[in-house]
């Protein structure tokens, strides 16, 4: 069954090379390629009738949805560092496009390393009304977006747009790990498209 969105654990560390040579969240970044993967997966078969869109929702100072290149020298992080399949996100990219902050520059990375080469647009939101983030995400749903949404729990605005994309945030199938880093539970969650509620609506989804 197709994956409709993703959540990933908003940490530079899920992207390999952001912590120097040390293995670390190997097996959340695995369940998150997985998730990636399949949701990707989804939008090349749906290529027949034009690609559906692949959007990242994530934290950040808010600006207009779309294209951006992925960085993370915001937390001290060089591209040189990372893992090549990864870095593709934050290489080779249009000089004009802006820079997206370090939570949606997690999600670029993740999709260039789990394969995807096409569009991907970028929505970052403060702490905005949940009322707005919700219709954002009820739009998106109907829209038939694919969402990797990148998790911060000091920011409520990424699970109003799931919620309102039909996604329940505590709902959806979930891989959950400790960190050999930070030693603490990294959590990646993704969601069938049979499992969704209808754009809009409070529905929750099973697990």
Known sequence: MTVRAVVLPGTPLLVPGAAGAAAVLDDTRAAALAALSRLVDGVRRAEGDGPTPVVVVAPGT?????????????????????????????????????????????????????????????????????????????????QGARLVVVHDPRNAAPDAVLTGFGAAPGGGHRHVATGEYEEHGYEVRWYDDGALASPGSAGFVSR
């Open 62 to 142: 808010p600006r207009t949805r779309g294209p951006a290149q992925a960085s993370l020298a915001a937390v001290g992080v060089a591209v040189a560092w990372l893992d090549p399949d990864w870095a593709v996100a934050a290489r080779g990219r249009a000089a004009d496009l802006p820079t997206a902050g370090t939570a949606a520059s997690v999600g670029l990375l993740a999709l260039a390393g789990s394969g995807w080469a096409g569009p991907v647009d970028v929505v970052e939101l403060d702490d905005v009304d949940p009322i707005a983030a919700h219709a954002l995400g009820a739009d998106l749903g109907r």
